[in-house]
């Protein structure tokens, strides 16, 4: 990787694309997910580079979801893979519950070497190298998914995904958790819960939530889940982005 120093005053940014670059180069991520985080780093740009009340609204209701839920399932996809393997592995151990790779542009050599990658960084269990069941109304190798992780979950959290695997788990009767940057994005427009915020900021708070949330009562749990309004949420999400504009441009 290009050496970055950390005064740079785009260093993080910087390290999240260089992080990608290597994730294309070992072969984890697709050529494709270069220009998914192009896409994502404009989006940071203008929401400001932070984690947005809007946002942190949506992490904390997602984790009560997750800790709601009878069996919960986290996907991992390439760009998720190059950017935050750890901190998905945190929240998987944080939760007990496997991993499970999911890949947009399939290939059985990236589902492998990303189960090799989870692993190394300390999964405790990583589905998706033997799919044995396929999500309705998705067509190719993408719809494939895992009895006893996505396939049969009743919340999925799935981090920079397209809209059309999102609207099929949602048609399954799922709840989907979207992490993504563009807050008119199909896939933030179709799930439950959608976090506007870049999934480097994003997974290490939902596992801050998740450990803080989990000695709750479930009603409490319950309330912020019922309380929680994903339309409103994502109209504040442009709002503060309009803000951070006008802010910048005075
Ligand atoms: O590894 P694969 O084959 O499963 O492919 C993964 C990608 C990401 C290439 C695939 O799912 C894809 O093409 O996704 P899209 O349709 O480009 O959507 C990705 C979404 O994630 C876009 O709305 C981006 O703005 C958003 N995004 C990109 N980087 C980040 C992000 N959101 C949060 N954090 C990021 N770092």
Redesign the pocket.
């Known amino acids: 990787m290009t050496d970055i120093p950390r005064s740079h005053p785009r260093y993080a940014s910087l390290v999240?694309r260089e992080r990608v670059a290597e994730g294309v180069k070992k072969g984890y991520?697709?050529i494709?997910?270069l220009?998914?985080?192009g896409?994502?780093?404009?989006?940071?740009y203008l929401i400001g580079e932070r984690t947005t009340l809007s946002a942190s609204e949506a992490i904390r209701a997602a984790a009560a979801m997750l800790l709601l839920a009878r069996r919960p399932a986290l996907s991992v996809?390439?760009?998720?893979?190059a950017?935050a393997a750890e901190e998905m592995v945190a929240l998987a151990a944080a939760l007990k519950i496997p991993l499970e790779v999911?890949?947009?542009?399939?290939s059985e050599e990236?589902v492998r070497k990303i189960a090799d990658l989870l692993r190394e960084r300390g999964a405790a269990q990583v589905l998706g190298e033997r799919p044995d069941a396929a999500v309705p109304g998705l067509e190719h190798a993408?719809a494939l998914a895992t009895k006893g992780g996505i396939y049969d979950a009743d919340v999925v959290l799935i981090?920079?995904?397209?809209?059309d695997r999102c609207e099929a788990l949602v048609a399954m009767g799922k709840k989907v958790i979207a992490?993504?940057?563009?807050p008119l994005?199909r896939?933030?427009r179709k799930a439950t819960v959608s976090i506007v915020?870049?999934?480097?900021r994003?997974v290490p708070l939902m596992t801050e939530q998740v450990q803080q949330l989990s000695p709750l009562p479930r009603s409490d749990l319950e309330t912020m889940v019922q309380e929680y309004e994903n339309d409103r949420v994502l109209s504040q999400a442009v709002q503060e982005i309009r803000d951070h504009l006008e802010r910048q441009s005075r």
């Open positions: 999240a991520t697709s494709q997910g220009i998914a985080q896409r994502g780093e404009c989006f940071d996809n390439g760009n998720v893979a950017l999911n890949l947009f542009h399939r990236r993408r981090p920079l995904e397209d809209g992490i993504d940057l563009n994005s896939t933030a915020d870049n999934i480097v994003a």
